[in-house]
């Protein structure tokens, strides 16, 4: 099976950065779309941006800009560079990856444990 790990989380002051990262390993024939999404406190989860293998990429509008997603499809990992945070970024960040297998006839999705980022003074 693929595991995803996330890291790269962690408090800082609004108007701070950080570089979120999210690794797949395990036994897998091909890694597809990969993203990230977020849960803040008291709502539900949501998209933050995707990437295809051939760096395409969408971002939930609601980012205006301050958030570059990338991805190092030779060490299956995504990256989400955060500039700008405002509180409102609080909360846990989840990695996803779409997925196939030698015996999958499509991509199945597999999510990480998630990453918290607190935006706080």
């Known amino acids: 099976q693929v595991q995803l790990v996330e890291s790269g989380g962690g408090l800082v002051q609004p108007g701070g950065s950080l570089r979120l990262s999210c690794a797949a390993s395990?036994?897998?024939?091909?890694?597809?779309?990969m993203g990230w999404y977020r849960q803040g406190p008291g709502k539900e989860r949501e998209l933050v941006a995707t990437?295809?293998?051939?760096?395409?990429?969408n971002y939930a509008d609601s980012q205006e800009g301050r958030l570059t997603i990338s991805r190092d499809n030779a060490k299956n990992t995504v990256y989400l560079q955060m500039n700008s945070l405002k509180p409102e970024d609080t909360a846990v960040y989840y990695c996803?990856?779409?997925?196939?297998?030698?015996?999958?006839?499509?991509?199945?999705?597999?999510w990480g444990q998630g990453t918290l980022v607190t935006v706080s003074s």
């Open positions: 395990g036994t897998f024939f091909a890694i597809g779309s």
């Open positions: 996803n990856a779409d997925y196939k297998s030698s015996w999958s006839a499509r991509y199945l999705g597999v």
């Open positions: 990437i295809t293998t051939g760096g395409r990429i």
